[in-house]
Structure formats: C-alpha cells, structure tokens
C-alpha cells in the first residue's frame, strides 16, 4: 500500500486569498453604494438617481474593487 501524505497544494497563497476576498467585499460595497434612489409612485421622477455617490462614487469603488481582485490574481505567492 502507498501512503499519500501530500498536503493539498492550493493555486493561490493565503495573502492571495485574503486580498481577493477584501475585493469582493469592495465591489459589494459599491454595488451597495449603486442601490437606491427609486421612486415610489412611478410617475414622479426623483432627482436622487444622479446623486454624486451613484454616478461617480459607486463606479469608482467599484472598479478599485475589481483592482483589488486582479492584484489578488497577478500576486505571486512566497513559497
């Protein structure tokens, strides 16, 4: 019989994974940001829709989230 003591080798460092969960996280968080700003009664228009956390905040946090990830990814691990 062989016995197999191998660890299982994961593709990704433990940093790498801690990091890319942090960007998922962020790009929650401005997906978060994104939500809202509807109106009630549908034929009353709500200005709030172009409000500056959903045109320019939101997209932004959005994509350093997505930053974050690619950063994550690219990430060489220490071995």
Known sequence: MKNNDQKPEFLFGNLNYKI???GIGVIALGFILMSGGGSDDPKVFNEAVFS????????????????????????????
């Open 52 to 79: 500056f956390r959903r045109i320019r905040l939101a997209p932004t946090v959005v994509l350093i989230g997505f930053g974050i990830t690619i950063y994550s990814i690219f990430k060489s691990p220490k071995k």
């Open 20 to 22: 890319l969960l942090i």
